[in-house]
């Protein structure tokens, strides 16, 4: 087993509430005042960021795919179920059948806009 990950989750309101009392820990005046060398030269110098290398020659914009409405019975427990976790449970939902129709499709997975 890998080394336990340490991953707090925070609502909006609550890291709105933790910036007011502790701040952030980000400069943005200092950021907002420096020149475009001065960002890739602190980008350049950020370990994080060391041999990574962007080629954006070939990217290519992939706008989502339209939905269908649908209106289906479900049963009570499953909409509980996907209700309760929150808003965006309808997009869950179709990640959940968008998973199943991956796995049951044969052939090579073809990468497809998600919307």
Do not use: C
Not at 11 to 24: A, F
Not at 72 to 84: A, C, G, L
């Amino acid at each position: 087993m890998g080394r336990k990950e340490h991953i707090v989750k925070y609502t909006d309101k609550e890291l709105i509430r933790l910036t007011n009392q502790e701040g952030s820990l980000s400069n943005w005046d200092n950021a907002a005042g420096m020149t475009t060398a001065e960002v890739e030269a602190s980008v350049v110098s950020d370990l994080d960021e060391a041999g990574m290398v962007m080629d954006w020659d070939d990217a290519t914009v992939e706008l989502p795919q339209p939905k269908t409405v649908l209106n289906m019975r479900v049963d009570k427990e499953v909409m509980d179920y996907f209700r309760k976790t929150g808003k965006g449970y309808q997009s869950r939902i179709n990640a959940v059948l968008r998973s199943y129709v991956e796995r049951k499709t044969p052939g090579p997975q073809k990468k497809s806009a998600r919307g």
